[in-house]
Nanobody, 115 residues
Framework: VQLQASGGGLVQPGGSLRLSCTAS????????MGWYRQAPGTQRELVAH???????NYADSVKGRFTISRDNAKNTVYLQMNSLKPEDTAVYYC??????????WGKGTQVTVSS
């Protein structure tokens, strides 16, 4: 299984970014997908999660600003991030969880929110 994340970058406070993560080597549609992030000196934390059925949940800190979605035809999960804040600065990681509780991680993509 390979997960390829993209879309990170430098953005000003209040701006937007869309992260993408494309999976290969698995049956994408049956797996739950998630976005996590890790800032320097902190533990990796869940940002958003979407089940195979499309149910979503979010960290309180991003509710109303971030939206996770998936396109099973493209084996891709997205994270639309709006109204970005400096505290959203982190490395963002894509995660895939199979129905058998196997976890796979992609390489992170850096998001920096700064003026």
């Amino acid at each position: 299984v390979q997960l390829q994340a993209s879309g990170g970058g430098l953005v000003q406070p209040g701006g937007s970014l869309r992260l993408s993560c494309t999976a290969s080597g698995s049956i994408f549609s049956i797996n739950a997908m998630g976005w996590y992030r890790q800032a320097p000196g902190t533990q990796r934390e869940l940002v958003a999660h979407i089940t195979s059925g499309g149910s979503t949940n979010y960290a309180d800190s991003v509710k109303g600003r971030f939206t996770i979605s998936r396109d099973n035809a493209k084996n891709t999960v997205y994270l639309q991030m709006n109204s970005l804040k400096p505290e959203d600065t982190a490395v963002y990681y894509c995660n895939q969880e199979t129905p058998w509780r196997e976890d796979y991680w992609g390489k992170g993509t850096q998001v920096t929110v700064s003026s």
